[in-house]
């Protein structure tokens, strides 16, 4: 219609959904990196190629739900502070269920200690995979859901 008023958070809304897989897929691999055997796929120690596998096929999918480039490399970069929350998150669950002995307040600085080499990773691999993402939605012409997201 004309004079309608664009939905004012639709540009949050997409940085949110952008933000998503990437940050999900930080937050099991930090996880997954201090306790494979109690995530998928269950191993003894953690394997390096599956973390970049999941780091990089999040950042995929997360780049292509951008509208554009500017919003793809802004939802990379918010995506690894948010998914090292998810990690922590993730952490409080065995510590809850006895599985160590672990004050609550020292598992931040736990997970920060020992997945500070997947945090490091997984920031530039988001921006790859964002890059990578806008590529292959500009090649398969995807109208990203975020877009249809509005009253």
């Known amino acids: 219609m004309v004079g309608e ?25 930090c996880f997954y990196s201090i306790f494979p055997s109690e995530t998928f796929p269950v191993t003894s120690d953690a394997s390096a190629g ?11 999918v997360g780049g292509m739900v951008g509208e554009d480039l500017r919003e793809a490399l802004l939802s990379a970069f918010v995506a690894v502070p948010v998914g090292f929350l998810l990690a922590i998150a993730m952490a409080y669950t065995p510590a809850f269920a006895g599985l160590y002995l672990l004050e ?13 080499f997947v945090l490091a990773l997984a920031f530039p691999l988001d921006l790859v ?23």
């Open 50 to 60: 599956w973390i970049l596998f999941v780091l990089l096929v999040a950042a995929i």
């Open 5 to 29: 008023r664009p939905f004012p958070f639709q540009p949050i809304i997409r940085l949110l959904i952008g933000t998503s897989p990437p940050a999900l897929a930080v937050g099991y691999a």
């Open 104 to 116: 609550p307040s020292a598992v931040p600085f736990f997970m920060a200690h020992y997945s500070v």
């Open 129 to 151: 995979g964002a890059i990578l993402g806008q590529v292959v939605r500009a090649r398969l012409q995807f109208e990203p859901a975020a877009a249809r997201v509005g009253p």
